[in-house]
């Protein structure tokens, strides 16, 4: 190695080493705890205080959109999420040149740009937004963006369990009904459908029945008989809601978020070669959380219904991670093959130089542990159909045992004939409650 390239990577590992004495959850702990303690304005306040470099810019960014969404601020937290579409963007392209970095200073020297389910997600929570502000049009651009990422994911991923999203594919089904699209709908929950039954397994979650409800509907409506008939003997179902009726009831969805998104930790190990140097080795794994929820009850005056898990991000997120692991494990051997070069370097300067060496790289050498942590453990829907009129609502978080852990009055709603209604609510403890947001029909 020239002496010049020496001396930067000599700098580069200094001021990976100086700067990586914490990590991103280390970073997010105070942030975490405030939401917690159901207090997401506060937890603004503590991420923008404590922001990271340049390469934590998209993951701040996509932690502050979902802490002002939770603060019920959605133009806000639409303005940071489309801060961090734009930001992922710009640091694509950077990709394969930061690989270099990261043979020398570990993964913490590429720009964070999202996981493929985080980037999908994003959309998601922009719908959401819009939804809440009562502008439905821009929640159906979130769900055309949706399709155009998918279609890249599909290509991307290769063999990857995590392919197709379900749950986006059935919530833009839900929008393209919300305005009117019944074909664009059908699509939608057919890509769903099949996305479901392809990875559910894995990711966590069955096929809805609310979905398979809503495929044989609307495959009545559009007058698809023997499409019909192939999922009534597919799903076991004899009944399903007439389309008629459909159009003269008005529709709430409940869509519900629950818990936090695991946490990113590193473990870490430390090795030493015949030539007493002592190299780390450092990846990243996914803390357990308990998960206290055993269901979600959701009530319209006599009507009740149990609302159905959708989404998994836990179990999507672990996948993922689980699957990178030959690729991060390839990379920490790349650097410990660079590092044992930079160190004996230092050696032929002196003894000293080269202790200083091994003892900087050992401390340079971090897992990234940044991720979305804001974003709930999972997701659950639920649909209920009434009659045109007012209506009051409530809704339930149930414990492993049943017992109601919190009890959320979702107050009384005017709803017409044809109308859909979302309504989203945000779970993170029994200590903190939940924070409810009414989307305008």
């Not at 963006?145 to 839900?174: C, I, K, N, T």
Request: with cysteine; hydrophobic share 45%; net charge negative.
């Amino acid at each position: 190695m020239t002496h010049w390239l020496y001396r930067l990577w000599l700098a580069l590992i200094l001021a990976a080493a100086l700067a990586g004495c914490t990590t991103y959850g280390d970073r997010m702990a105070p942030v975490e705890a405030a939401v917690e303690d159901g207090d997401p304005r506060r937890a603004v306040e503590l991420l923008d205080a404590d922001s990271g470099g340049p390469g934590d810019r998209v993951v701040d960014l996509l932690n502050r959109g979902a802490l002002l969404r939770m603060a019920g601020e959605f133009e806000a937290s639409n303005r940071a999420l489309e801060e961090a579409y734009d930001a992922i963007a710009e640091v694509d392209p950077l990709s394969v040149s930061e690989s270099v970095g990261s043979l020398m200073v570990g993964e913490t020297a590429f720009a964070y740009a999202g996981e493929p389910h985080e980037r999908v997600l994003l959309h998601l929570l922009m719908a959401f937004n819009y939804l809440d502000l009562g502008d439905p049009d821009a929640a159906r651009v979130e769900a055309l963006r949706v399709d155009l990422r998918l279609q890249r994911l599909a290509a991307e991923q290769g063999r990857s369990v995590y392919r197709q999203d379900p749950f986006a594919r059935y919530l833009s089904g839900l929008i393209f009904e919300r305005l009117g699209e019944p074909d664009q709908a059908l699509v939608a929950y057919r890509q769903a459908y099949q996305a479901y039954r392809e990875q559910g397994g894995r990711l966590g979650v069955a096929v809805p029945r609310s979905l398979q409800r809503d495929l044989l509907r609307l495959a009545d409506e559009l007058g698809l008989d023997e499409e019909r008939a192939e999922w009534q003997q597919a799903f076991g179902l004899d009944a399903w809601p007439d389309p008629a009726e459909h159009r003269e009831q008005a529709h709430v969805v409940l869509i519900a978020g629950v818990g936090l998104a695991p946490r990113k930790g590193e473990q870490g190990f430390a090795v030493q070669d015949r030539q007493g140097r002592i190299h780390s080795v450092a990846l990243p794994y996914y803390e357990p959380r308990r998960r206290p929820l055993g269901g979600v009850q959701f009530s319209a005056g006599e009507a009740s219904v149990p609302a159905e898990p959708v989404h998994d991000v836990d179990a999507v997120a672990r996948i993922l991670l689980e699957e990178q692991q030959g690729v991060l494990a390839a990379r920490a051997l790349g650097r410990l093959l660079v590092q044992k070069e930079m160190i004996d370097q230092a050696r032929e300067a002196s003894p000293v130089a080269g202790l200083a060496m091994n003892v900087f790289t050992l401390v340079a050498d971090r897992a990234d542990t940044r991720t979305w942590g804001m974003l709930p453990a999972q997701y659950y829907m639920a649909r209920i159909s009434l009659p045109p009129g007012e209506h009051r609502l409530e809704l339930v978080y149930q414990g492993r045992s049943g017992h109601p852990l919190t009890r959320v009055d979702l107050g009384a709603l005017e709803l017409e004939a044809g109308a859909y209604h979302f309504v989203f609510d945000r779970w993170v403890s029994a200590r903190a409650g939940s924070v409810t947001h009414r989307g305008e029909p």
